[in-house]
């Protein structure tokens, strides 16, 4: 079970740190990342993370703004975003991918968490 926290309403140029806690059958030997959701768009990739935490890869929307991590300790993922955007309003996901890198497409993650919203005014 993963469970994404740490949304908000915030202005353009605020920080926040989403937090995503995992339990149950997930694993902290498995890659893990963080998609998002727009209203009427597409879900998109926006990071991702190797098991070890030793290996990233941002989406060229949040690059040099996101910064994803973990901490297998307590079975956490984090995204730390910073200069937030407008256009980074959404709902985010985590993910638990199927191996134990990590992967941009949705379609190689096994495990995924109830959203947490961002919105960002102007």
């Known amino acids: 079970q993963l469970q994404a926290s740490g949304g908000g309403l915030v202005q353009a140029g605020a920080s926040l740190r989403l937090s995503c806690a995992a339990s149950?059958?997930?694993?902290?030997?498995?890659?893990m990342g963080w998609f998002r959701k727009a209203l009427g768009k597409e879900r998109e990739f926006v990071a991702t993370?190797?098991?070890?935490?030793?290996?990233?890869s941002y989406a060229d929307s949040v690059k040099g703004r996101f910064t994803i991590s973990r901490d297998n300790r307590k079975n956490t993922l984090y995204l730390q975003m910073n200069t937030l955007k407008p256009e980074d309003t959404a709902v985010y996901y985590c993910?638990?991918?199927?191996?134990?890198?990590?992967?941009?497409?949705?379609?190689?993650?096994?495990?995924w968490g109830r959203g947490t919203l961002v919105t960002v005014s102007s």
């Open positions: 993910a638990q991918a199927r191996s134990s890198t990590g992967a941009s497409k949705p379609g190689l993650y096994a495990y």
């Open positions: 149950g059958r997930t694993s902290s030997n498995n890659g």
């Open positions: 993370i190797d098991w070890r935490g030793s290996s990233t």
